[in-house]
């Protein structure tokens, strides 16, 4: 294994790695090669992190997503009742 020093980090950088970092619940150092395996898709799975919905993304035709609008249109009205 080869071990790496990253110099000239800038506080943007080192703020976003440390939000990263958070979120993915890791060590810094987990979070940096998560980052650069995606990055360069090397990660353990063949190629790039998904969570398996990047198949779905732009599939639907026109009619299909205007009929999904209509149908969850209700879902966005206030029963001004229920909020009193």
């Not at 790496?4 to 979120?23: F, G, Q, S």
């Not at 090669?33 to 992190?49: I, V």
């Not at 009929?67 to 229920?82: G, M």
């Amino acid at each position: 294994m080869k071990t790496l020093t990253i110099r000239n980090v800038t506080p943007k950088l080192a703020d976003a790695l440390e939000k990263e970092k958070h979120r993915l619940g890791t060590s810094m150092n987990s979070t940096v090669l998560h980052l650069l395996r995606e990055s360069l898709d090397l990660n353990e799975h063949g190629g790039r992190w998904t969570n398996g919905l990047e198949r779905f993304a732009g599939t639907w035709s026109e009619e299909e997503f205007e009929e999904f609008e209509r149908n969850t249109a209700i879902f966005s009205v206030i029963d001004e009742e229920i909020w009193k």
